[in-house]
Protein backbone atom coordinates (compact mmCIF):
# COMPACT_ATOMS: atom_id res chain seq x y z
CA UNK A 1 0.00 0.00 0.00
CA UNK A 2 1.05 3.46 -0.92
CA UNK A 3 1.92 5.61 2.02
CA UNK A 4 2.64 9.30 1.05
CA UNK A 5 4.47 12.11 3.89
CA UNK A 6 4.26 15.63 2.97
CA UNK A 7 6.57 18.18 5.16
CA UNK A 8 7.58 21.31 4.87
CA UNK A 9 4.74 24.02 6.08
CA UNK A 10 4.93 26.40 8.47
CA UNK A 11 4.48 30.10 8.90
CA UNK A 12 5.51 32.63 7.01
CA UNK A 13 4.45 36.22 6.11
CA UNK A 14 3.29 37.03 2.57
CA UNK A 15 5.92 37.51 0.10
CA UNK A 16 7.66 34.10 1.94
CA UNK A 17 8.68 31.10 0.65
CA UNK A 18 8.52 27.50 1.65
CA UNK A 19 9.70 24.11 -0.11
CA UNK A 20 7.36 21.42 0.17
CA UNK A 21 8.42 17.50 0.01
CA UNK A 22 6.46 14.50 -0.68
CA UNK A 23 7.62 10.89 0.40
CA UNK A 24 6.31 8.12 -1.21
CA UNK A 25 6.66 4.42 -0.11
CA UNK A 26 4.91 0.98 -0.45
CA UNK A 27 5.07 1.60 -4.10
CA UNK A 28 6.64 2.14 -7.35
CA UNK A 29 6.71 5.93 -7.34
CA UNK A 30 8.22 6.56 -10.99
CA UNK A 31 5.52 5.00 -12.55
CA UNK A 32 3.07 7.54 -11.07
CA UNK A 33 1.90 11.43 -12.20
CA UNK A 34 2.00 13.16 -9.02
CA UNK A 35 0.74 16.57 -7.86
CA UNK A 36 0.36 18.89 -5.24
CA UNK A 37 -3.05 19.86 -3.65
CA UNK A 38 -4.49 22.43 -1.38
CA UNK A 39 -7.24 22.98 0.98
CA UNK A 40 -8.91 26.06 2.18
CA UNK A 41 -10.91 25.72 5.62
CA UNK A 42 -14.13 25.10 3.90
CA UNK A 43 -13.18 24.60 0.92
CA UNK A 44 -12.68 22.03 -1.57
CA UNK A 45 -9.05 20.47 -2.22
CA UNK A 46 -8.12 21.78 -5.51
CA UNK A 47 -4.97 20.86 -7.46
CA UNK A 48 -2.03 22.93 -7.68
CA UNK A 49 0.52 21.94 -9.62
CA UNK A 50 1.31 18.21 -11.18
CA UNK A 51 4.03 16.69 -12.72
CA UNK A 52 4.48 13.58 -15.19
CA UNK A 53 6.54 10.71 -14.53
CA UNK A 54 8.08 10.00 -17.88
CA UNK A 55 9.87 13.11 -18.08
CA UNK A 56 9.15 15.79 -15.17
CA UNK A 57 7.00 17.74 -17.19
CA UNK A 58 5.29 20.46 -14.96
CA UNK A 59 1.37 21.82 -15.08
CA UNK A 60 0.44 24.66 -13.06
CA UNK A 61 -2.72 26.51 -12.24
CA UNK A 62 -3.08 29.67 -13.54
CA UNK A 63 -3.05 31.30 -9.95
CA UNK A 64 0.64 29.97 -9.05
CA UNK A 65 2.51 30.21 -12.52
CA UNK A 66 5.73 31.82 -12.17
CA UNK A 67 5.84 31.73 -8.27
CA UNK A 68 5.60 27.72 -7.70
CA UNK A 69 7.85 25.02 -8.87
CA UNK A 70 7.56 21.67 -8.98
CA UNK A 71 9.95 19.02 -8.96
CA UNK A 72 10.75 14.99 -8.01
CA UNK A 73 13.18 12.80 -7.38
CA UNK A 74 12.75 9.21 -8.80
CA UNK A 75 15.78 7.58 -7.21
CA UNK A 76 14.37 9.12 -3.59
CA UNK A 77 10.63 8.45 -4.39
CA UNK A 78 10.36 12.54 -3.37
CA UNK A 79 8.59 15.38 -4.88
CA UNK A 80 9.16 18.59 -4.11
CA UNK A 81 7.02 22.05 -4.71
CA UNK A 82 8.89 25.23 -4.04
CA UNK A 83 6.81 28.35 -3.35
CA UNK A 84 7.55 31.58 -3.59
CA UNK A 85 5.71 35.21 -2.63
CA UNK A 86 3.17 33.14 -1.10
CA UNK A 87 -0.30 35.01 -0.35
CA UNK A 88 -2.21 34.81 2.53
CA UNK A 89 -4.82 33.61 0.62
CA UNK A 90 -2.89 30.42 -0.04
CA UNK A 91 -3.03 29.16 3.31
CA UNK A 92 -3.98 25.61 3.68
CA UNK A 93 -3.46 22.68 4.11
CA UNK A 94 -1.18 21.47 1.31
CA UNK A 95 -1.30 17.36 0.16
CA UNK A 96 0.33 15.15 -2.48
CA UNK A 97 -1.18 11.95 -4.65
CA UNK A 98 -0.97 10.53 -7.91
CA UNK A 99 -2.82 11.98 -10.71
CA UNK A 100 -4.07 10.72 -14.26
CA UNK A 101 -2.78 12.62 -17.54
CA UNK A 102 -3.92 14.86 -18.56
CA UNK A 103 -3.41 17.49 -16.39
CA UNK A 104 -6.17 20.35 -15.70
CA UNK A 105 -7.13 22.53 -12.57
CA UNK A 106 -9.84 19.90 -12.18
CA UNK A 107 -7.47 16.98 -12.12
CA UNK A 108 -8.23 14.53 -9.13
CA UNK A 109 -6.31 12.36 -7.29
CA UNK A 110 -6.08 8.84 -8.21
CA UNK A 111 -5.27 6.82 -4.79
CA UNK A 112 -7.57 6.17 -2.51
CA UNK A 113 -5.10 7.35 0.64
CA UNK A 114 -4.12 10.61 1.41
CA UNK A 115 -1.18 11.47 3.53
CA UNK A 116 -1.83 13.78 6.87
CA UNK A 117 -0.59 16.76 4.80
CA UNK A 118 1.12 19.59 5.62
CA UNK A 119 -0.03 23.48 7.13
CA UNK A 120 1.27 26.35 5.25
CA UNK A 121 0.00 29.56 7.32
CA UNK A 122 0.87 32.97 5.55
CA UNK A 123 0.61 35.97 7.76
CA UNK A 124 -0.47 39.59 6.29
Known amino acids: QVQLVESGGGLVQAGGSLRLSCACS????????MGWFRRAPGKERDLVAA????????YYVDSVKGRFTISRDNDKNTMYLQMNSLRPEETAGYYC?????????????????WGQGTQVTIST
Open 51 to 58: ITWTDGKP
Open 26 to 33: GGTFSVYH
Open 97 to 113: NAVLWPFSATTKSTLGA
